[in-house]
């Protein structure tokens, strides 16, 4: 059985996402795409406000980068506290928490990688393979 381990404010989580045979996840689901082009949708319920403001460290969503097409002069959000359901972009589900979105742009048209375990040194949330370093309190 697959299932995707969350670490929240107080404690560890479990879901087992459900197999969309490829098609569209809801808007508020995090969506994964699997080794064999399989589309498993994730529903993660929101914390508790005494969650939020318990939260130390950002919440991994998912240990990679997500692949995403930004185009040159819009303004980007960062998801910087990982509770979004738009990753890796923000939001707003931040709010009672410490953290906050990063804004960036790009100065051309890209497809670029950007952080989801929220562990990257990059300050404007593009991924540095931070992710694949196992030594990391998960």
Not at 117 to 123: G, L, M, R, S, V
Request: some cysteine; proline content about 4%.
């Amino acid at each position: 059985e697959m299932f995707v381990s969350i670490l929240f404010a107080k404690g560890l989580r479990k879901y087992t996402p459900f197999i969309k045979q490829n098609q569209a996840c809801f808007s508020s689901d995090i969506k994964m795409v699997d080794a064999a082009g399989n589309t498993h949708c994730l529903k993660i319920p929101d914390l508790t406000q005494e969650e939020k403001a318990a939260m130390e460290k950002p919440n991994c969503c998912v240990r990679k980068s997500i692949k995403v097409d930004l185009e040159k002069g819009k303004t980007y959000y960062w998801c910087a506290c990982g509770l979004s359901k738009n990753q890796p972009f923000c939001d707003g589900s931040h709010k009672g928490t410490k953290f906050s979105p990063v804004a960036f742009e790009v100065d051309e048209d890209m497809r670029k990688g950007i952080c989801a375990c929220k562990k990257t040194k990059k300050e404007n949330g593009f991924c540095d393979g931070t992710h694949k370093n196992d030594d990391l309190d998960w």
